[in-house]
């Protein structure tokens, strides 16, 4: 372990036995310090985001700088109540008594982002444990690193330093962080690295929370408004450049209309790259990945391949029929490439979906209620949006995570207080009664009594 995160762990562990973070008005004035730091900033933040992804000013600010804003403004709304007691039953043989619950923060957090959303990916994890009163480290990507950057400058003037420090790096630093004993640790990234941050944290028992990836598969019934949806896949596709944890993957098309809809889906995204302003992908290795993907398919390509290498703007790609055993078919694309499956019925593309591990999310497109609750009941993954894409993640109140191989745990709103909270059990029962017959050996009388009472 270096001296430097030693240190600076030893003078968080000193900051959090101080008891200030315990303070609401102190979680507050943080919380209200974010807000500052994103509007305050908004301009060096977006230029940096361009920097690194080359992220149209309005989608930084609608995807990174607002969403941060709103869940900072929701948790000081809240935090009142959440950091509130709750009362509990007694049962009768523990009467006279009072049990409740209050949580407590869980002291030294660790929070590791991605560099696909670099902001908000941090600074969202930081609003929930700020509001649960943890003292903590922030470690940005280092594939994003003029946001890095500007971070590491700008926390340490608007939230407390002796609480929040950012520690930059990649892969040394963060195994050097990992190998620390925290009271919990909240990643988001790929599930390859998830696994290596839930061994490091096993050998602490260090509780975790994994907000990983996978492929989002979304369902295309034929009753569905199929204008709507073939403008929404193709937003939520290009939006980031498709380079967003709950980007549509892959579709699932009912046979009805898929001839059709796979060509309205295909104009749209032609508009978008025509016409909007796209986001880079993130570095060379990454386009050479996407390339890759786009090799021994099987399918049928529907939109030109055009990639500049020196923008690093990748445009949309869509797959018609590939080979499910293909690349593009097994890994998460991440990219602006949307494989086209058309299945028979509803019930294929649940098969379809069952067939494969546990999505992080799930859309589907339909206008009728009884599709709805197949789809809902039997399927798994951490969240479903019903005719939309992407926005379940800006509902503050919504709690946000995978199941399974996408993710353990969850956070945003409240969800995110109690992921950094923990939940304390306490009874306390009066002195002032204490008989005798309480204690063994119990008199028989008080033996028929109790159980006469507790309806045994
Ligand atoms: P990544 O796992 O490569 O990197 C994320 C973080 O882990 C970085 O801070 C990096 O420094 C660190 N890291 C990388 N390799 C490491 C190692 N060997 N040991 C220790 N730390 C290491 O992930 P990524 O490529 O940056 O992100 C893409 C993945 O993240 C995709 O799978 C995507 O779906 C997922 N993702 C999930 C969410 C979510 O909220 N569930 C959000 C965004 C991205």
């Known amino acids: 372990m270096s001296t430097d995160v030693a240190a600076t762990i030893d003078r968080l562990r000193a900051t959090y036995d101080t008891g200030r973070t315990t303070d609401l008005g102190w979680r507050k004035r943080q919380l209200q310090g974010v807000i500052d730091?994103?509007?305050d900033n908004e301009e060096r933040l977006s230029e940096a985001l361009s920097a690194d992804l080359g992220k149209p000013p309005f989608d930084s600010w609608l995807t990174e700088l607002n969403l941060v804003k709103d869940e900072a403004a929701h948790a000081i709304k809240h935090l009142g109540g959440w950091a509130k007691k709750t009362k509990h039953a007694v049962p009768i043989v523990v009467q006279p008594a009072q049990a409740w619950t209050e949580p407590q923060p869980l002291g030294a957090v660790l929070i590791i982002a991605p560099w696909n959303y670099p902001l908000q990916l941090l600074l969202a994890p930081a609003v929930a444990a700020l509001a649960a009163g943890n003292v903590m480290v922030l470690k940005p990507s280092e594939l994003a690193p003029a946001t890095s950057?500007?971070?590491?400058?700008?926390?340490?003037r608007y939230l407390d330093p002796e609480a929040v420090v950012v520690v930059e790096g990649g892969v040394a630093e963060t195994t050097e962080l990992l190998a620390q004993p925290w009271d919990h640790i909240l990643y988001t990234g790929s599930t390859r690295v998830g696994q290596v941050v839930m061994e490091a944290a096993a050998k602490h028992l260090t509780p975790v929370t994994l907000e990983l990836g996978g492929k989002s598969p979304t369902i295309i019934a034929a009753d569905a408004d199929l204008k709507v949806a073939a403008k929404r896949v193709a937003w939520a596709k290009i939006l980031n450049a498709g380079q967003t944890c709950i980007a549509?993957?892959?579709?699932?098309?009912?046979?009805?209309v898929s001839e059709?809809?796979?060509?309205m889906v295909v104009d749209e995204l032609a508009t978008f790259r025509d016409k909007a302003p796209a986001t880079s992908i993130v570095n060379e290795q990454h386009l050479d990945r996407l390339e890759g993907l786009l090799e021994g398919h099987g399918g049928e390509e529907l939109l030109p391949r055009k990639t500049d290498r020196d923008t690093r703007v990748m445009a949309p790609v869509v797959v018609r029929q590939p080979d499910p055993a293909s690349a593009v078919m097994q890994e998460e694309i991440f990219g602006p490439i949307l494989p086209v499956i058309t299945v028979d019925s509803i019930d294929e593309a649940i098969s379809f979906i069952k067939a494969r591990p546990r999505p992080l999310t799930l859309y589907l497109f339909t206008s009728s209620d009884r599709t709805e609750r197949k789809v809902l009941d039997e399927t798994h993954a951490g969240s479903v949006c019903i005719n939309h894409l992407v926005y379940q993640a800006a509902v503050t109140s919504l709690p946000f995570g995978g199941v399974g191989p996408s993710g353990m745990g969850s956070y945003h709103g409240k969800a995110g207080f109690d992921t950094f909270s923990h939940t304390k059990s306490v009874l306390k029962r009066p002195t002032r009664m204490d008989p005798g017959f309480v204690y063994p050996p119990y008199p028989a009388r008080v033996q028929k009594i109790l159980k006469l009472i507790t309806r045994w």
Do not use: G, R
């Not at 059709?260 to 060509?263: E, G, L, V, W």
């Open 260 to 263: 059709k809809f796979t060509s």
């Open 248 to 256: 549509p993957d892959y579709l699932l098309v009912e046979k009805a």
């Open 37 to 39: 730091l994103l509007k």
């Open 149 to 156: 950057a500007a971070i590491a400058d700008l926390v340490p």
